[in-house]
């Protein structure tokens, strides 16, 4: 940042600071934004003096005009109110040898251009209006301010207050003074993010020699850059003597020139409080689409009791597949062994794979699977703390906490959703073919049986009845016979062969609803888990983004650290 006061001592256009309004809104805008996505978050101390900050920029915003207020601050004794006269022309601040001599602050308004409200939000009663010809320092408000090291609290608290609300600082300090702690320690240090904005002045120069004065302001210089000012601008004045009043005033056109100073310390109340809301949030954040890891799948697929469903699917397709493919005499046995599926009251899906009003009715909502054991609870309980930990690596510790309660929903949540994820998954698909053609063949071979037997019956009656019909003969057998034998044996063999074929059938079944089933409950982990903690994941880079706006830092892409 340009500073306000020419170190160089060259006052020219190139000196003054680019800190445009539209740049600080922006800026004030992003901090505002880092507020609302930090939230909670954020150190409630650091956030309420942000706000405090914001509140005050948008005022400030709203009464620059073309004005800028320069504050005399110093310690007592130093000589603010004579420096302050001199500079205004006339006695205006009280000038005495009782100490503290300034209890309130004074202003001195130069230029035509109304600074009530100003003043009024500065809440600064005594006000002077500085007349004359000179138009050189017009849009300037000085104000004298009460001593810094005062004995009465109320001064300095005064002063305290003011100096968070001027735009430049003008530090008046004397030869006996210049290196006193309360003014170093509690404000120029406090203020060093304000360096650009500071001027530092060794009033009463006339009480010592050249060479003092000199050794004085090399001795002064050394203090504040131990205070932090990185390139403290120093000089020598006299209110009585009038020297250096002049490059004083110079420095002071200088800081009213472009009426730019005001919005380099808003600027600065930004950058100063983005920075200190920056240690709140960490350089980096874990990239959520690794949090969803194959053991955390596994963990809640055995707490939904995935397990004992694709059991049941299993017998279920070979119950199935025997009841379409068994021998015809002998399927009505299988019609009384129990639905696997409609026991754990999650067959929610018919044979053509779609969810019915029925199904919907008859899970009301919940199934019958198995509560999770201890240990499949104790699983679940140590793949989403392991995710929370992983997740919350290098976070602050109230971010890192506020990853932990997002990855920790209700148990009555999460059983929840696992259970109408097993409960919409369709158990059942399309009929295979197979089990058309030999359920066709099994009829055909039934009725093959039927008909031997029933042609073997009328022939044993007609030779009770000592009719005799001639009986057709196949090989050695006679054909009602074969076709009796025939129909029986092929229809066990075709039995026999259905239960492999049914055992094979349930294997695909079983390993396609597992598919199905494991990306359903990776969804309720991604829903449940996952997307809360994104959630604050995203909070976190919004925060660190908007906060490096607000600093003025460029933003810079951040490669998300693997969980």
Partial sequence: ?????????????????????????????????????????????????????????????????????????????????????????????????????????????????????????LKVGARHTVSGDDTSLDGLVLLDLPDVDSFETAHRDETERLLALVDVFVWVTDPQKYADARLHDDFVAALADYDTLM????????????????????????????????????????????????????????????????????????????????????????????????????????????????????RDFRQESLARTGWPFTRWVQALRPDPLKRLRVNGSGRSGKITEADVRQVLGRSSIPP?????????????????????????????????????????????????????????????????ILGALQVLFALTAIVGFVWLAVLGVAAWLQVDIPTPQTGPFGTPFVLLAGGLLLGGLLALLAKPLASAGARRRTAQVAADLRERISGVAQNELVAPVADVLARHRETREHLQAAAGQPSRPVVHRSA
């Fill in 372 to 436: 999770p054991t201890p240990a499949a609870r104790a699983a679940v309980d140590l793949a989403t703390a392991g995710m929370a930990d992983r997740a919350a690596t290098g976070l602050p510790v109230r971010w890192g906490e506020a990853v932990t309660d997002a990855a920790s929903p209700g148990d009555d949540n999460l059983a929840d959703a696992l259970d109408q994820a097993v409960i919409a998954a369709p158990l059942r698909g399309r009929a295979p073919l197979w089990w058309s």
């Fill in 1 to 121: 940042m340009t500073p306000v006061f020419n170190t160089t001592r060259r006052r020219s256009a190139e000196a003054a600071p680019q800190i445009s309004a539209d740049t600080l809104a922006d800026r004030l805008q992003s901090l505002e934004s880092a507020l609302i996505s930090g939230g909670s978050q954020l150190d409630p101390v650091k956030v309420d003096a942000a706000e405090q900050v914001t509140a005050k920029v948008h005022e400030r915003i709203r009464l620059t005009g073309g004005r800028t207020v320069v504050a005399l601050a110093g310690a007592t004794g130093s000589g603010k109110s004579s420096l302050f006269n001199a500079l205004v022309g006339e006695d205006v601040s009280r000038v005495g040898v009782l100490r503290p001599t300034t209890s309130k602050a004074t202003a001195a308004i130069f230029g035509d251009e109304p600074a009530g409200d100003l003043l009024d939000w």
């Fill in 199 to 314: 001027l530092v002045v060794l009033n009463q120069s006339d009480r010592l020699t050249p060479p003092q004065v000199q050794q004085c302001l090399d001795d002064l210089r050394q203090i504040l850059v131990r205070d932090g000012i990185t390139a403290p601008h120093v000089f020598a004045t006299s209110a009585t003597t009038g020297d250096g009043l002049p490059q004083l005033r110079a420095e002071l056109e200088q800081a009213v020139s472009g009426s730019t100073a005001a919005r380099v310390r808003l600027a600065t109340d930004l950058t100063t409080n983005a920075r200190a809301l920056r240690s709140d949030v960490a350089d980096s954040e874990t990239d959520p689409t690794t949090l969803a890891t194959p053991g955390l799948v596994d963990a809640l697929s055995r707490a939904a009791g995935v397990p004992t469903v694709l059991d049941a699917v299993g």
